[in-house]
């Protein structure tokens, strides 16, 4: 697959020689299921090496460009002005449980903007890809969100702060009116992917909190460049900071706000 944009290449390119050990690592993850502790310092090593390869990779194609990855965080370069935002797997309990459904995720961020972003399913070699004012794409077919506008008829995304993330009691009331209101609610567990699917129409609707710019900054812009609407809880594009996501296909975003 080849793409016009340098540098959605360079993301691709990286994306799929790390998900190679991913796909391996991911294979391995059932023989270890007699100790928890085993398989979670196994997947945190699958991550690390992901990570390791992704900026080697991106940093040997554009080497004067910053990088923020979410194990070794900030790599400064000569550029101060453009860096790449990297997850290198999202989705991590997944995959710690043998759920196929997880992701590699890369931004390009230039001026405090992001201006490009990959989101890639290893197991699928589904990938998820947009620059900005050029629309979003799966592969090669054009991405558009869904036209839903009756809030009962839409099937809707979200995560659930689980042990060790604040916000319990803030989310049950959403949640137990959001129930009672639309067709379906599903937790999937990888805040990328559940971006993404906003914009393939999947999802009609996606909110979550306590996220990292990692996981959000590429499906933010790939959502948006799909026709959809991204802010934060209280209506503002501050979800980068506050790692607050409201995601939608823009008719229901007022809706599903005020919901929640």
């Known amino acids: 697959m080849n793409f016009s944009d340098p540098y959605i290449n360079a993301m691709f390119l990286a994306a799929r020689k790390a998900s190679k ?10 023989n270890l299921k007699v100790s928890l502790k085993g398989v979670s310092d196994f997947v945190s090593l699958a991550d690390t090496r992901a990570e390791r390869l992704l900026i ?21 370069n000569s550029d101060d002005d453009i860096r790449w935002i990297i997850d290198p797997l999202d989705g991590t309990t997944n995959f710690v449980f043998s759920i196929p459904h997880f992701s590699v995720s890369i931004a390009l ?21 947009a620059v900005k004012g050029k629309g979003a794409f799966c592969n090669n077919q054009r991405m558009r969100v869904s036209n839903k506008e009756k809030f009962e008829e839409c099937l809707i995304g979200t995560g659930i702060p689980h042990k060790g993330l604040s916000g319990h009691n803030e989310y049950i009331p959403g949640l137990q009116k959001i129930m009672s209101e639309v067709s379906g609610i599903r937790r999937l567990g990888a805040a990328s992917l559940d971006l993404v699917y906003v914009a393939a ?12 710019i990692m996981d959000i900054a590429s499906g933010a812009l790939i959502v948006k460049e799909a026709g959809g609407m991204v802010t934060d809880f209280d209506g503002k594009e501050n979800f980068l900071k506050n790692g607050r996501v409201v995601a939608s296909n823009f008719k229901i975003h007022s809706k599903l706000l005020s919901t929640i």
């Open 21 to 30: 050990g991913l796909i391996r690592d991911f294979g391995e993850v059932e």
């Open 56 to 76: 080697k990779e991106l940093s040997t194609l554009f080497p004067k460009i910053n990088i923020l990855a979410e194990e070794t965080g900030e790599i400064n």
């Open 109 to 129: 961020e230039k001026n405090g903007e992001v201006i490009a972003g990959i989101v890639y399913q290893p197991l699928t070699d589904e990938f998820f890809w």
């Open 201 to 212: 129409g999947r999802f009609d609707g996606y909110w979550e909190r306590n996220l990292k």
